[in-house]
């Protein structure tokens, strides 16, 4: 059975940092293409990273919004996912899921992060939830 654990969500102050993790079980992780998407209360749910599958380079994609602060990576050796997330602001304050896009990566370029967040994903984990606030 195909399983998702986030962890390392948290509270932080503004500019700092917080490192998310998604730990599968039942595949290896590095076969497929693996998003990060974040939900906020009130708000639609927007695409953040997403990387492809080893097969197609690892090639990394993020939200206009995260580019720069945030970097995705993969240890195949531990079968986790990260999204290492710095310079966070209170914007950036949401619940963080990771979970398998039924579509390439490739197709967030020039698209809008809630668009790429409203498409379809499978095997969502319970999420992890982050804080930024003083």
């Known amino acids: 059975q195909v399983q998702f654990v986030e962890s390392g969500g948290g509270w932080v102050q503004p500019g700092g940092s917080l490192r998310l993790s998604c730990t599968a079980s039942g595949f290896p992780l590095d076969d497929y293409a693996i998003a990060w998407v974040r939900q906020a209360p009130g708000k639609e749910r927007e695409g953040v990273s997403c990387?492809?599958?080893?097969?197609?380079?690892?090639?990394?994609f993020y939200g206009d919004s995260v580019k720069g602060r945030f970097t995705i990576s993969r240890d195949n050796t531990k079968n986790t996912l990260y999204l290492q997330m710095n310079s966070l602001k209170p914007e950036d304050s949401a619940v963080y899921y990771c979970a398998t896009p039924l579509w390439p990566c490739s197709q967030t370029d020039g698209f809008g992060e809630t668009d790429w967040g409203s498409r379809e994903y499978a095997n969502w984990g319970q999420g992890t939830q982050v804080v930024v606030s003083s």
């Open positions: 990387i492809s599958s080893s097969s197609a380079d690892s090639i990394t």
